[in-house]
Structure formats: C-alpha cells, structure tokens
C-alpha cells in the first residue's frame, strides 16, 4: 500500500533478486534432486548465475554420495594386520583404518572436503581467540603458515571422509544394524537427539 517510489527507493535491487534467486532454487533444487533421484551428501554449490532483465539461467554443482567398490576389503584386512602384528587395540584399528583408505579407492566430493575445512578453521579462530590469541600469533608458535596448516586439514577432512564413507559401506557389506535400545542409550548418554 505504499507509495511506488517509496517502495523502489527503499529497496535494494540485488537484495531483491538475492532473496528471489534463494526462492526460486529451493523448490527447484528439491524438484531435481527428487525426479533425478539424486544422493546428494551435502549442500548444492551455485556455481554460475546470470541474470540479465531477459532471463535467467544457473549452474549448480551437487556434491554426490560416491560410487565405492569395497572389492576383497576383508582380504587385505587380515594381510595388513598379519603384516604389521599390532599389539594393541589401538594400533590394530590403526592398521585396518589405513588399509581400507589406502586400499579402497573412490572421490570424496571437494564441497564436503571444503565444508569439513571451513568447520576445522572455524574451530581454530573460535580456540585462539578463547585463548586472546591471533591466528597469525598461533601459527608462528607452531612454525607453519596459514597454507600449510590448510593443506594439513585438506589431508584429515578427506582421510575422515573417506573412512566414514568406507565404513557405511562396509556396514551394509555387513548388514550390520543398530539396535533400536542400543541407539536409545547411546543418544542417552551422549546427549545427542
């Protein structure tokens, strides 16, 4: 009910077209995932946009649950833990972690990858300042730079990826399921749900 001029001078036309862009995508995006029965492990990246007066076009890029061949995982197991004789639970976990990310070869999505980094950074910036402390400052201490310390949780985010990956994979390989009290007490006492 406003007057029109007031109403164009208030408004700030990208914001407009931001707010209708996100509008129109969502119901776009739930459309496409579900009529191209897409597994999609993470939030769609917009990757290209143009929005001229006369139309509009997007590109967006799905991050999807990777395709894993375990192949004869439970094999090479039992060979990496023979070789290596672990003396300890611990170790033995070690070993059979390292074998099947060494072993079973798939592409993790880089938009999970980025998200899990992003998480990583977001911790360190929220610990240094805890502790009245720069990154840079932290970063001195420990003798490294700001790209290697990335680099270093690139390697953790993808090898953590990866591992859960494989072992949900192995799960179903397994036909492993949880137990409905068993989930009750684990959500229980760690206060998750």
């Given amino acids: 009910k406003a007057p029109i001029n007031l109403v164009k001078d208030s408004l700030d036309p990208e914001k407009l077209k931001h707010r209708t862009i996100i509008h129109l995508l969502d119901h776009v995006i739930i459309k496409a995932i579900k009529d191209l029965k897409l ?11 143009e929005t001229s ?3 509009w076009s997007f590109t967006l890029a799905f991050p ?16 990496a833990k023979e070789k290596e004789k672990p003396d300890t639970e611990d170790k033995k ?3 059979v972690f390292d074998c099947l990310i060494d072993g079973i070869q798939f592409d993790v999505p880089q938009a999970l990858i980025d998200e899990e ?6 911790r360190l910036v929220s610990q240094t300042e805890t502790l009245n402390l720069s990154v840079a400052d932290y970063l001195k201490s420990i003798n490294k730079t700001a790209e290697q310390l ?3 949780y690139q390697k953790t985010a993808l090898e953590s ?17 949880a137990d409905p009290e068993e989930i009750k007490k684990f959500q229980e006492t760690s206060g998750v749900g």
Avoid: C, H, M
């Fill in 53 to 55: 007066k006369d139309a």
């Fill in 117 to 122: 980094v992003n998480r990583s950074l977001s």
């Fill in 64 to 79: 999807l649950y990777p395709e894993i061949e375990l192949g004869d995982y439970q094999e090479k197991v039992k060979k």
């Fill in 150 to 152: 990335k680099e270093e």
């Fill in 93 to 95: 976990i070690k070993v």
């Fill in 39 to 49: 597994k999609v492990v993470g939030n769609p990246q917009l990757t290209n946009s």
């Fill in 161 to 177: 990826l990866k591992l859960d990956f494989i072992l949900i994979a192995v799960a179903r390989d397994q036909k492993f399921e």
